[in-house]
């Protein structure tokens, strides 16, 4: 293809001409492309998703209706730059609503719902899921078939660690539909699962999960994350026409992809078939080294060789040889962390600056000194400043010295500490003790308070008379009492939760409320969760490892929060206090922080960027895959614009800082 050889003569074929940026030779080329199938594989910030704007803003200055532009990202975060991107090219904010942008999943889920009538019920949380897993146990343990009945490995009821591997080895099987490709007239046999690396057990109670799933073939009983686009994937294999589907698009003319790299089979499938019933032009771009989601199947091939393998049209591969993000410090960073050259084309500098820190509680006073600095700032928007965790557990700290510091700020990729189910069970046992749930201001806040309770204490309600009611129907009623008269709620707690406990969840219960009635001093949460025996009942109730790594987690730094309370009802006080702020600073959200974890910012940019806790044992996450932490750290680096301050343990630093540090940056924080 003849590439326009100057910014100049690009610029006269070019019918959309962007406010805000001048578009470089590589990105005219790029938005005036005239391939049908295009392929764009860069760096972080080197512009990707700016090009896949320009694209849609060509098409759409060139008359094509912005409802036959189909733009289609992995993350919500991904749609929102997209959208954000289109806005700063001077696409007025009317247009970017019309345009069809959308994650794969929530595509898929709107073009099923139309076929199935209605939306199905999604569940998320292994705790939803694990009662059909069991079923499906069950199932196969009744049916364990003639052939191959010794080989199976059955699990015990109340093993959970089964729960967390078959989720993820669910994840895996849809994501790249390995059974629904490989079997064809196959038996399921030990050597046919060996053959798409399952376990045989797993492969056989997979199956039955599945037939449990979708028993009604008209519309399952409900769905996962990423199930909308494994069923949709799975009908399009099966040869179902979807063309007389109305949301199922049929006139589009550009077609694009944004984070092209986590593209998974499921997802491929969905293309491929968007692409076959649209005459569309095709643009697709990616990083390779942000590929955070390989649980989920995402694989480079997708992106580098299967399109160009299974379509006609010739694949015209563009680069972008610049990051526009940030300058050549930040640049230099980046590339060794990721191991590729990286250059920069940014009219502005990138400070880098390594902090380091004593204790926990110093790196949480250094990130509100930054947000200060930064706030002090001529003209410094708030919402440009953004704390990017790798844990969710990591906010206790920052957030109260946040709160402390009078600093608002909006959480995102993790509820606030605490709104978390742990922390609100702590509450409610503070209320309990203090008889007084009125404290907590806000009454969805006391339903969530009552369920947490009902949940970890895995009680029942028992009600004379109603004995043939759902619990979940006693609950809602409870609740809805205990709400509107929040000194109803000691006596629900000794009456039903109590009362009905497991006689030695009974004990722990009682014994944690006379701690928090009687307590005085430090050591008031350790006191508390050693009374509840914790872990053990954190481990009967939740079901995914990971969620009890995560509220183990949750409840250590929690514990060392309350040291500074004097008593419990003060840190009861404190907490009902926090979740106010928190509020407030929602509906403020320009004037407040961004609080978010790696993951879900992919995508998105900020003026100034804080990393704490690089540290041993937190970021690499231990027990992680290495490559995927490894890739963590490179997203959360190149979303800086300006400033960029890593905030690295002193004594046990993150084992990532020899890489960091390789040469040193040399500037100060702001
Ligand atoms: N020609 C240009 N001149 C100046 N700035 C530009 C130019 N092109 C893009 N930018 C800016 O560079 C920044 C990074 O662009 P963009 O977000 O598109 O990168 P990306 O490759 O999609 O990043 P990521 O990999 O993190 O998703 C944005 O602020 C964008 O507006």
């Known amino acids: 293809m003849n590439l326009p050889a ?36 860069a760096n972080a910030g080197a512009s990707k998703t700016t090009v896949l704007a320009l694209r849609m803003a060509e098409a759409w200055t060139r008359h094509t209706h912005p409802d036959n532009i189909l733009a289609l990202t992995y993350t919500e975060a991904a749609s929102t730059a997209l959208k954000a991107a289109l806005r700063k090219l001077g696409v007025a ?42 079923q499906a146990v069950d199932w196969v343990a009744e049916h364990p078939g003639a052939r191959w009945r010794s080989e199976l490995l059955m699990p015990t009821l109340g093993d959970h660690g089964m729960t967390d591997a078959f989720l993820q080895q669910a994840e895996v099987l849809k994501g790249t539909m390995a059974d629904l490709l490989q079997r064809e007239e196959q038996t399921v046999s030990p050597d046919y699962a060996a053959s798409i690396g399952v376990e045989y057990t797993q492969l056989r109670i997979f199956l039955a999960f599945e037939k449990i799933r ?35 698009p049929r006139t589009a003319r550009v077609i694009v992809v944004d984070e092209m790299h986590d593209m998974n089979q499921a997802m491929f499938t969905v293309l491929q078939a968007l692409l076959a019933s649209n005459r569309a032009f095709f643009c697709g771009v990616g990083d390779i080294d942000q590929v955070i989601h390989k649980a989920a199947g995402a694989d480079a091939r997708f992106m580098r060789t299967e399109l160009a393998a299974q379509n006609t049209h010739n694949t015209v591969f563009y680069p972008l040889t610049h990051s526009f993000r940030f300058s050549a410090t930040l640049a230099g960073l980046a590339g060794r962390i990721a191991g590729k050259p990286y250059a920069s084309m940014a009219s502005h500098d990138t400070e ?41 557990h990591q906010s206790v700290e920052i957030e109260n010295a946040l709160i402390e510091a009078g600093i608002p700020y909006t959480t ?18 503070l209320a309990v003790a203090a008889d007084d749930l009125s404290s907590v201001a806000v009454e969805a806040t006391r339903r969530e308070v009552m369920r947490a309770l009902m949940f970890f204490s895995a009680s029942r309600i028992q009600v004379e008379g109603r004995e043939r009611e759902s619990q979940q129907d006693l609950l809602d009623d409870a609740i809805r009492s205990v709400t509107d008269n929040p000194l109803f709620l000691t006596s629900f707690f000794e009456n039903q939760i109590l009362r009905n406990a497991e006689p030695a969840t009974r004990q722990r219960l009682a014994a944690a409320v006379q701690v928090a009635r009687s307590h005085s001093g430090p050591g008031l949460l350790q006191a508390l969760l050693a009374a509840l025996q914790i872990q053990a009942l954190v481990n009967n109730v939740l079901v995914s490892h990971q969620r009890r790594i995560e509220a183990a987690a949750n409840l250590a730094w929690l514990a060392r929060a309350a040291e500074r309370f004097a008593s419990p009802t003060q840190f009861f006080q404190h907490l009902n206090a926090a979740e106010q702020k928190q509020r407030e600073s929602k509906n403020a959200k320009a004037a407040s922080l961004v609080l978010a974890s790696i993951a879900s910012v992919k995508g998105l940019e900020f003026d100034c960027v804080s990393l704490p806790y690089l540290a041993q044992g937190e970021f690499p996450a231990p027990h992680a895959d290495a490559q995927e932490e490894l890739n963590t750290l490179y997203v959360g680096i190149t979303r800086a614009r300006r400033f960029l301050t890593l905030h690295a343990s002193a004594e046990r630093p993150s084992e990532f800082m020899g890489r960091i540090e390789k040469k040193a940056p040399g500037k100060k924080a702001p």
């Not at 110093?362 to 965790?389: I, S, Y």
Request: hydrophobic content about 50%; proline content about 5%; glycine content about 4%.
């Open 6 to 41: 100057g910014h100049a003569s690009a610029k006269t074929i070019a019918h959309f001409v962007p406010k805000a940026i001048v578009p470089t030779a590589e990105q005219l080329a790029i938005q005036i492309s005239p391939a049908r199938m295009a392929i764009v594989e």
């Open 93 to 134: 904010a009317a247009v970017v609503a019309q345009f069809r942008i959308a994650t794969f999943e929530d595509f898929c889920t709107e073009v099923l719902a139309e076929i199935e009538g209605g939306a199905v019920p999604v569940y998320t949380e292994a705790e939803q899921l694990s009662p059909f897993i069991w």
């Open 214 to 248: 979708r028993a009604n073939p008209e519309k399952p009983a409900f769905r996962s994350r990423q199930d909308a686009t494994y069923d949709l994937a799975c009908m399009i294999h099966a040869g179902e026409a979807l063309r007389h589907h109305a949301r199922w």
């Open 352 to 392: 880098v600056a390594v902090v380091r820190y004593q204790h926990t509680a110093d790196c949480a006073q250094q990130v509100v000194q930054a947000a200060q600095a930064w706030k002090a700032r001529p003209k410094a928007k708030m919402a440009e400043f953004a704390v990017l965790l790798r844990h969710a």
């Open 412 to 429: 995102q990729g993790f509820d606030s500490y605490v709104m978390r189910p742990e922390v609100l069970f702590v509450r409610g046992l």
